[in-house]
C-alpha cells in the first residue's frame, strides 16, 4: 500500500535551534497524522505516513532549514491535496516559510504539466528568439467596442499577446461573451493586416460553474488563451482546463489576492515555488508578477527566483514563460533583458498608453526597443 | 448602467499620514481601473467606476484606517470579482490590510448565503440549545474500516458533527467511495441505537472536476454535510454547493492553507472577515479555525472577532456557527463558554483520544462536561 516514494518539500523555520527543531518535528505530525505522536499506531503510520527530518540546518542563529519528507501516497495524487501536505495547516503557524518542492519522476506522472510551455507558445506565435510583448485592456468600465478597438490597435501594433485586464470578468460594461468575441475578432482582423500571429487571452477568472463554459466560449470565440487568477479559482482548475483536449488554449495565471503568501519572507511560500513550480504543476504556460522596480514591492533577487522556478528541473514537466508587469515601462526593457534574457514575456498595461496618443505607435515603439534591443 | 449602489471596504494602512493617504488613492485606481489616473476618460468611469475614498482617519502615527466605496457594478455579482475588488492586486503591496467589509442589500441579494446556519444546524441536530460537539477522524494511514469504527464510537458517545480529517482526501489507504460509505453507515447505526442525530461530514476538498460528484456521492451514501478547505478549492465551489438544491447538505469550511492571511495584521485579511463575513456569503454554515490558547496563534481577541463575522448583520445572509479547534482539551470546556456562549461547534479531534482508552467514554465525558457547564 506504500510505495516507499517521498518527496520533500524545503521549509525555512524562525526560532533558536531548540525552537525550530520542535517545528521541524511538528511539522512531520501536522501535516500528516494531526495526532498525538503517543497515540500513533505503530507500523505503517509511524514508519511512512507521518513526515519524516531529512535534513536540518542553520542558516543564522534564529533561521534553520529543513527538508522534510513525505510518503506520495499522502497526496493521493491530487494537486488539492499536495498543497495541503505541503503547506495546509501548518500555514497558521507563525515563522514557518515554504522555500521549494522536489517531487520523484512517481509523482510528477500525475500531472501534465503545461500543455504549451515556452517552446509551444513560441510556435503558436511563431517568434522563435525574442521576448513576446504583453499588454492588458483596460480600463474597467470601458464597453466591449471600445475594448475591441484597442485589442485592434495593440495586434496592429505588433503586440503578441493582449490579454483582459484581470479586472474585466462579465461586468454590465462589457459582458463577457460579447467582449471576448469582439476581440478576439479585432486582433483576428489586425492579423491579417500584419501577417503577425497575435492572440487575445479571455480573462475565465468567475463563478466556479462557469469556467469550463467560458473557456469554451472563448476558445469557440476564436481567443487564443486563457487567464485565470489561481487564487480566486482555486488553483485544479487550472489544470483540469490544461489538460482537457476540447479547450486546449495557453493559460496564463495572474497573482491577484496571492500576495499574502510571499509578502513575508517569515512566512508563505517562495516566490520561485508559487509562481514557478506550483504554476507549472497546475498546468499554466505562463506567470505574471510584479516586476522588480515597479509599483508593487518585489525585489530583483525575488524576480530572478521566479525565473528559476519556472525552468528548474521537474522531470516532463515543461518550463514557462515568466511574465513580469506592473508599472512596467518601455525605458526598462533593456535593464530587464539583462535579468530575464529573451525567455521572458513582458507586459506593459497601462504604461503603454503614456507614450503618446497614437496607440498603434506606441505598440510599434515597445515592440522596436524590445528587438533592438535583442539585436545588441 | 450604473446604478450609484456602491460597497465599502475598511481597509487599515501602514505608514504616515502623507504615506497612508498615497495608499487610500492608490487603491481606488489599482483595485479598479489599474490605469494612469490623467489618462483616464472624464464620465462615469472617472465618477463611478474608480474607487472613492468615503473617509480617513488616523489610528495612530504609523497607521490609518480608511473607507473606500467600489460601484456594486465592478463585482459583476461573482463571489471571485467581489474579492478580487476587495483585495485582489494590493493584496501584492504591503501594509493594506482588509478589516471589514460592507454590502448594500442590492449586493447581498445576489448571495444566497448559508443554506442552514446557526437555527438550521441546530433544527436538523435536533439540539436547540447547547453547544454542538465535533470531531475528525484520523489519523491519516488508518483504513475505512478502522475510521468507521472510529465514527461509530463517537457517534454512540454523542458526538454530534463526525468529520474526516481534512487531510483525508482519496488516498489509497481509506479511498473517498468506500471511507465515505462505511463512516455515514457507521454513523447512522449509532443513531439508531443513540436516538441523537449525530452526522457524518465528508470531506470533498479534491481535483476541481470531482468536487461536486463527490458531494453527490456523498449525499447518496448518507453523509450529513461537506467539509471543504476554500484556499484549495476556491471559494466559489463552496458557493455553488450551497446554492445547489440536489446536494442541500451543511457545509462546514476548514482553514487549511489560509494562514497567510490573517497572521500578520500589517497585511491580509481580519480574521472576523475571512473565517466570518467572507465564509458566510460563499454559504458555509460553520466555520472552522484555530481556537486561542491551543497549538496554533489566535489571540483571545481573534476569536471573539471571528465570532462577531459569523454573526454580524449582513441582510438576510444568515448567522454561521464558529467551530474553534486546533489543540482543544475538554478542560477548557467552561473557559471557551465564557467566550463563545452556547452558540457555538466545539471542535476537539486528536484531544478526544487522550482521555483514556475507550473512546466511547471519551465522548461520553466530552459531552457531560459541556452539558453540566451549560447547566451552570
Do not use: W
Not at 497524522?33 to 542558516?59: A, K, N, Q, T, Y
Not at 518542492?101 to 510556435?123: D, E, M, N
Not at 509599483?295 to 515568466?322: L, N
Amino acid at each position: 500500500m506504500i510505495s516507499g516514494e517521498r518527496f520533500s518539500v524545503v521549509y525555512d523555520l524562525v526560532g533558536d535551534r531548540q525552537e525550530a527543531m520542535e517545528k521541524a518535528k511538528d511539522i512531520c505530525l501536522e501535516q500528516t497524522v494531526e495526532f498525538p505522536e503517543e497515540l500513533l499506531p505503530s507500523g505503517m503510520i509511524c514508519d511512512h505516513v507521518v513526515g519524516r527530518i531529512e535534513s536540518f540546518d542553520s542558516l543564522d542563529r534564529e533561521r534553520y532549514r529543513t527538508v522534510i519528507s513525505y510518503a506520495v501516497e499522502t497526496t493521493a495524487n491530487e494537486l488539492t491535496q499536495l498543497l495541503n501536505v505541503i503547506y495546509g495547516n501548518i500555514s497558521i503557524k507563525p515563522g514557518i516559510s515554504v522555500r521549494e518542492i522536489k517531487l520523484p519522476l512517481s509523482l510528477l506522472t500525475c500531472f501534465k504539466g503545461p500543455r504549451f510551455g515556452r517552446q509551444g507558445l513560441r510556435q503558436l506565435l511563431k517568434i522563435p528568439y525574442r521576448p513576446l510583448l504583453h499588454t492588458a485592456l483596460k480600463p474597467l468600465g470601458l464597453s466591449s467596442e471600445r475594448l475591441a478597438a484597442l485589442a485592434f490597435d495593440c495586434a496592429l501594433g505588433g503586440i503578441d499577446i493582449i490579454k483582459d485586464d484581470h479586472g474585466l470578468t462579465n461586468q454590465v460594461f462589457a459582458p463577457f461573451e460579447e467582449r471576448v468575441s469582439l476581440c478576439a475578432a479585432a486582433v483576428s482582423r489586425a492579423n491579417q493586416e500584419t501577417g503577425n500571429s497575435s492572440i487575445f487571452i479571455a480573462n475565465i477568472t468567475g463563478p466556479a460553474n462557469q469556467i469550463i463554459e467560458r473557456a469554451l466560449f472563448a476558445k469557440a470565440a476564436g481567443a487564443g488563451g486563457l487567464l485565470l487568477a489561481p487564487a480566486l479559482t482555486g488553483f485544479d482548475i487550472v489544470r483540469e482546463i490544461a489538460e482537457s483536449d476540447g479547450i486546449g488554449l495557453p493559460i496564463i495565471l495572474h497573482p491577484a489576492f496571492q500576495g499574502p503568501y510571499v509578502l513575508n519572507s517569515l512566512q508563505g511560500i517562495s516566490h520561485s515555488t508559487l509562481f514557478g513550480q506550483i504554476a507549472r504543476l497546475a498546468g499554466a504556460d505562463a506567470t505574471i508578477y510584479p516586476n522588480f522596480g515597479g509599483r508593487f514591492s518585489f525585489s530583483r533577487a525575488d524576480c530572478e527566483h521566479i525565473v528559476k522556478g519556472t525552468t528548474c528541473f521537474m522531470g516532463h514537466i515543461q518550463s514557462i514563460f515568466p511574465s513580469p508587469g506592473g508599472g512596467m515601462t518601455i525605458e526598462r526593457v533593456p535593464e530587464m533583458l539583462q535579468v530575464y534574457g529573451s525567455d521572458v514575456i513582458f507586459l506593459i498595461g497601462g504604461g503603454l498608453f503614456k507614450y503618446g496618443p497614437n496607440l498603434v505607435k506606441n505598440c510599434q515603439y515597445f515592440r522596436s526597443i524590445v528587438e533592438q534591443a535583442v539585436n545588441y
